[in-house]
């Protein structure tokens, strides 16, 4: 089975559990985090990267969106 990587970045009020959240979203779609990196932005929001491997862009979507006001880009990522 290919494995393909996604990278999506997103960004959210910063708030108790948005990580956790965030973290635990892909992992219920069935992806496997690869690596993350957070960032602060402007008026207490956070940004946020993700590489997961093992989903869709479309899964990857419906997991993140329920905790994120912003979704700025779903795309493939390399390094598989």
């Known amino acids: 089975r290919l494995c393909l990587s996604r990278a999506g970045t997103a960004s959210a009020t910063d708030r108790p559990g948005l990580l956790a959240a965030l973290t635990g979203a892909p992992a219920h779609a069935g992806g496997d985090i690869t690596a993350i990196v957070t ?3 402007d008026g207490g929001r956070i940004s946020v990267f993700m590489k997961v491997k093992g989903v869709s862009d479309k899964q990857l ?3 993140i969106r329920p905790h994120v006001e912003r979704i700025d880009a779903i795309r ?3 390094g598989d």
């Open 39 to 41: 960032y602060p932005a």
């Open 61 to 63: 979507t419906t997991a």
């Open 76 to 78: 493939e990522a390399g």
